[in-house]
């Protein structure tokens, strides 16, 4: 988006095409963060350009057929889609902002304007981990080039003036800190900025291998969640009505046996995604998905 890119104005504006070259770095350090960010930025357009999965009329049999595994309670057979007129495969959704069913739905992502489904699935994780590597890798480089001007000014043993009665006091980290602060603001934020960015892509790059790992998406772990939630509030209701005496046998009867009906449900959702085929071979099935 528009703060990635002025992010990575500022950071090279202020830092990078300001300290490299030096002593320690030379302008391969540049070329190939140009080249890094290039190439990040590439894995964004692939992401943003490439179709989800768009599921229409001419297509549908082709996913019908790929995707048929209902579990009769998230996914069930013949659920039929009442903007687009036709049944809707297994894992599919239909999303109200794009306007269309999406095959192997997982969700509408709002940086890249789209779906994130099926045909661009595997996209999607190029740019979270190539974003990722990048903002890391930002923000070590402009850790190194700190210590370089902590080194090279000898920060660590000179003394500083503080405060408004300009006392004079010995170097600390927290004072080396505030002078870097004072002297690199642009860049000292910069560079915090892409550390705490870098990891958050990261932590949710590896909730998305979880996901794959029990082949999930995003949808289907919020659906089966929901699922679990709603047929176990209704169980339990049940057997609390169950202890009231004065219900009739027919009664009790009849309760028992949807709380059968329930535990079977609850049983079929949580199977619902217990991929046995594990991390690599689901990963295979994104790159490689079964509608191709």
């Given amino acids: 988006g528009l ?3 002025y992010k990575r104005q500022v950071y090279m ?15 391969n350090w540049t070329y190939f963060s140009t080249f890094f960010v290039i190439f990040s930025l590439y894995t964004f357009y692939l992401a943003c350009n490439k179709e989800p999965g768009v599921i229409t009329k001419k297509n549908v ?3 019908l057929r790929a995707y048929n595994e209902y579990d009769g309670v998230v996914f ?5 889609c009442k903007t687009c007129k036709f049944f809707k495969p ?8 794009c306007d269309a069913c999406i095959a192997r739905y997982d969700h509408h992502c709002p940086w890249l304007k789209q779906c994130v489904g099926e045909k661009n699935y595997r996209y999607f994780l190029l740019f979270i981990i190539t974003h990722s590597f990048l903002c890391l890798f930002g923000a070590g480089v402009g850790s190194y080039i700190f210590s370089i001007i902590v080194l090279e000014n000898n920060l660590y043993n000179q003394r500083f003036v503080v405060g408004q009665e300009r006392e004079v006091v010995p170097s600390s980290f927290s004072i080396i800190v505030k002078f870097l602060l004072a002297r690199n603001s642009q860049f000292f934020f910069a560079a915090i900025a892409c550390l705490i960015i870098g990891f958050t892509l990261l932590f949710f790059f590896l909730y998305h291998l979880y996901l794959i790992s029990g082949g999930l998406t995003t949808n289907e772990r919020i659906k089966k969640s929901d699922a679990l939630m709603t047929l176990e509030t209704r169980r339990d209701s049940l057997k609390d009505k169950l202890k009231d005496e004065r219900l009739t046998q027919d009664e009790k009867s009849q309760y028992l046996e949807e709380i059968e009906i329930i535990k079977r449900h609850i049983t079929n959702i949580e199977k619902f995604g217990e991929s046995k085929k594990g991390l690599l071979l ?11």
């Fill in 3 to 5: 703060g990635d890119v």
């Fill in 76 to 80: 069930t057979e013949k659920n039929s």
């Fill in 282 to 292: 689901n990963l295979k099935e994104i790159i490689n998905p079964p509608s191709y």
């Fill in 61 to 63: 049999r082709y996913y």
């Fill in 90 to 97: 297994a894992r599919s959704k239909h999303c109200k902002t």
């Fill in 13 to 27: 504006k202020y830092g990078l095409l300001v300290y490299v070259p030096n002593k320690h770095m030379s302008n």
